[in-house]
């Protein structure tokens, strides 16, 4: 268990409305990532970050941006949520083994009405 | 670029049987495969890992062995029970890339 947390576990939302999604992390792990999980697709990854400060893209990115301000944090952000976007957020963080090891969060379930 | 295809679900199985999950990957060199299993309403944890060709990794009975020669990283299980019902998803992970690759997962549902 890596210690993560996601916040909120679940949300509501409407077309057009900001949603940020917290990952918090009590690992210390340098790398943090963003995925969304939807049935036929596996988990995408939509953002990573391998350090404060320092973002890349991941495969579905389009509609999404991310911020680290500290190592412990991760934000997803949603500019203005469509319907497409409804899924289940899962984030995800790696320490500096080798294998690559990814340790997972709860995740969080958004519906975009 | 580097995939995983897992074997299209769902699965349904009697208590004790013997279950087979098939993966194969693309990608370039050795990278590492994982098989990470999700049970309903929880995040993804992880099941086993292979590092390296012939490598076979194993935990709560579940069995998978890293085969380069037909680029295949199967899961297996001798008998299974009602709580291995679950989420599977075959990844790997290539050498120098910080990121994973996921199937599309099989959902797994055991039957008493």
């Known amino acids: 268990d890596a210690g993560i947390t996601q916040s909120p576990r679940h949300k509501v939302t409407e077309t057009g409305t900001p949603v940020t999604l917290r990952c918090h992390q009590t690992e210390n792990h340098r790398y943090m990532y963003w995925y969304r999980q939807d049935p036929g697709h596996g988990l995408r990854l939509i953002h990573y970050?391998?350090?404060?400060?320092?973002?890349d893209k991941g495969e579905v990115s389009d509609g999404y941006s991310v911020s680290r301000s500290k190592t412990e944090d991760f934000l997803l952000t949603l500019e203005s949520a469509t319907s497409s976007q409804t899924s289940v957020y899962f984030c995800?963080?790696?320490?500096?083994?080798?294998?690559?090891?990814?340790?997972f969060g709860p995740g969080t379930r958004l519906t975009v009405l | 670029g580097d995939s995983v295809t897992q074997m299209e679900g769902p699965v349904t199985l009697s208590e004790e049987a013997f279950l087979t999950i098939n993966c194969t990957y693309t990608a370039t060199g050795y990278p590492s495969l994982f098989w990470y299993v999700q049970y309903p309403g929880e995040g993804l944890q992880l099941l086993l890992k292979a590092t390296k060709a012939d490598d076979k990794g194993s935990n709560k009975g579940f069995e998978a062995t890293y085969r380069k020669e037909t680029t295949s990283f199967h899961l297996e299980k001798g008998s299974v029970q009602v709580s291995d019902s679950a989420v599977y998803f075959c990844?790997?992970?290539?050498?120098?890339?910080?990121?994973?690759?996921f199937g599309t997962g099989t959902r797994l549902t055991i039957i008493p």
């Open positions: 995800a963080t790696k320490g500096l083994a080798t294998d690559n090891e990814q340790f």
């Open positions: 970050s391998y350090g404060v400060k320092d973002t």
């Open positions: 990844a790997l992970s290539a050498i120098g890339n910080e990121k994973l690759t």
